[in-house]
């Protein structure tokens, strides 16, 4: 049968194929079929073959679906190459070594995720930030934990975590600290809960002295690896209780790339974490902001039928993602900074080839990015702003400047940005990595504990999403409750590499099919818990 459709499509594909090219609303149901058709052919045959999705992640999305066919053949060029699939690669920015020529995204997790998306979420696909991300998701949880007592010990660098002899406990933990706050407790947010792009050196001892040294040889931050302030000094802290030490249990949530380093003495030791670090890749990003004196519409971006902020992706790289956020703008501080307010202000993003060596220095780095957005803005921002635009590209007038800007001069007064640093980059989920990741209660090591979006948890790309189950998962594993205790939503059943866990947290029935019991959540405030905590 299915050749026979194989043969019928050839015959059919010349008219089609001319149906396909002038009519946008059979193109895109045509590819929306022709996708869901060859996911679902290639789920089925998963199921028959007793394979697991995480078998699926061995291979590249399109790859996998282009190998399950529809009708006997492989998928069209046209639903290859269509924007819908693009924009799965892209919003994960999921190209190996940052370069937009070698698309690859693990196939199991992301039909899990996508179908997780479109049929199993709670509330709309996507939400809208009226602020940045971290006053919007940050703020909330760091002033939470603040009233609850927790203290922060905020410019300490991890350098090296150190087992134990026997490799059962981390028994120190060795760090850098890179300045020392005049007052006991550091305040590190500015008004409106905003988390500023630098230090406020005027609480910082001998903060003058950081700052000069942050603005030598093009620029640093406490975030470049390669700089230590001569304000620095070294630091470990020693395993035990009260007196006899510094802490107890370790929760490790620090991005991987940076772990290369810091795990480097648990990667000598067990061939787990050696392969983990060894197979879970990461990519430079970069971004853009542009400030505009007319919205989006007057700009000459027309959605049809919506008045909702615009959300592109699948569009031309290395900038293939639009977010108009002109919502922000409320939030910003326009009036003391002399300029003329905003009516739009658009988010542009995409990959950073990392083959191109960009060094340490901020304002070569800035540069990079502000030369590349230029050249783009030049080819594809008409098809955007078409009002917006003269023939040599955006109109520079377009954009919001200080007042003495001319020019040129206002394009680069926008944001620009190149996340380079390990701690920056972003964690890909590359064909055959998946089975590298640890579970957050999978380290191997008794005191340790795992958290972040490179962690096995469930989601398994880079999000927030994923992140919040990862620090769900540890969390429960050591208040040491079961998984009916403590539900995490969407859990599924997750690689083990070092055997048993540090508790008996093993997912229930429900949980495999992977959705929680249905039970209220456990509350997390004092005295309200089941276990009297």
């Avoid at 995720?113 to 006053?135: V, Y």
């Avoid at 039928?305 to 992706?313: K, R, Y």
């Avoid at 972040?452 to 927030?464: H, S």
Wanted: aromatic share 8%.
């Amino acid at each position: 049968v299915g050749w026979i459709g194989h043969i019928l499509w050839t015959l059919m594909r010349p008219f089609l194929g001319d149906a396909l090219r002038r009519r946008d609303n059979i193109r895109r149901l045509w590819i929306g079929a022709e996708l869901g058709v060859a996911a679902a052919a290639g789920l089925t045959k998963a199921g028959l073959e007793g394979r697991t999705m995480q078998d699926l992640d061995e291979q590249d999305l399109r790859e996998w679906l282009q190998s399950n066919g529809v009708v006997g053949g492989r998928i069209s060029r046209t639903s290859a190459s269509s924007a819908c699939l693009r924009m799965v690669y892209e919003v994960v920015f999921g190209y190996e070594g940052g370069n937009p020529n070698r698309p690859r995204l693990a196939a199991g997790t992301a039909v899990r995720d996508l179908l997780r998306l479109l049929f199993d979420r709670r509330g709309p696909l996507a939400f809208t930030m009226r602020a940045g991300s971290a006053e919007t998701m940050i703020t909330p949880l760091y002033r939470a934990l603040r009233r609850r007592g927790v203290r922060f010990e905020f410019f300490h660098r991890i350098d090296r975590l150190e087992p134990s002899p026997d490799g059962r406990q981390i028994d120190r933990i060795h760090f850098t600290r890179q300045a020392t706050p005049n007052e006991p407790e550091y305040d590190p947010l500015i008004e409106d809960g905003a988390w500023p792009d630098r230090p406020k050196y005027e609480l910082l001892v001998d903060g003058d002295l950081l700052a000069a040294a942050e603005r030598k040889d093009g620029g640093r931050d406490l975030e470049t690896p390669s700089f230590t302030p001569a304000t620095a000094s070294a630091g470990t802290l020693v395993r035990g209780n009260g007196d006899d030490g510094d802490f107890d249990l370790v929760v490790l949530a620090i991005p991987v790339e940076v772990l290369r380093t810091v795990c480097a003495p648990l990667a000598v030791r067990d061939p787990v974490w050696r392969d983990m670090l060894q197979h879970l890749k990461t990519t430079p990003t970069q971004s853009v902001q542009l400030w505009f004196d007319r919205t989006a519409r007057e700009l000459g971006w027309h959605p049809p039928d919506t008045t909702e902020a615009t959300m592109l992706g699948g569009y031309a790289q290395p900038f293939g993602n639009w977010l108009d956020l002109s919502v922000t703008i409320a939030f910003e501080k326009w009036s003391a900074s002399g300029r003329s307010t905003p009516r739009s202000v658009a988010y542009l993003c995409g990959p950073l080839d990392e083959s191109i060596w960009l060094g340490d220095a901020l304002d070569a780095k800035r540069a990079h990015v502000r030369e590349a957005c230029r050249a783009w803005l030049t080819e594809h921002a008409a098809r955007l702003w078409p009002e917006g635009c003269s023939t040599g590209g955006l109109a520079w007038p377009r954009l919001v400047a200080p007042p003495d800007c001319k020019g040129i001069e206002r394009y680069n007064a926008q944001y620009f940005r190149a996340n380079t640093n390990p701690s920056e980059r972003y964690t890909l989920t590359l064909p055959g990595t998946t089975r590298h990741r640890l579970a957050p209660d999978d380290s191997g090591v008794d005191n340790l504990y795992l958290a972040g979006d490179w962690t096995a948890n469930g989601f398994d790309v880079g999000c927030v999403e994923a992140t919040v189950m990862s620090g769900r998962l540890a969390a429960r594993t050591m208040r040491g409750l079961a998984a009916a205790a403590m539900p995490v939503y969407g859990e599924v059943p997750l690689p083990r590499h070092h055997g048993t866990s540090h508790a008996d947290s093993t997912p229930t029935d429900a949980f495999l099919r992977g959705r929680p019991p249905r039970r209220a959540p456990t509350p997390m405030t004092p005295g309200a818990n089941p276990d009297g905590q």
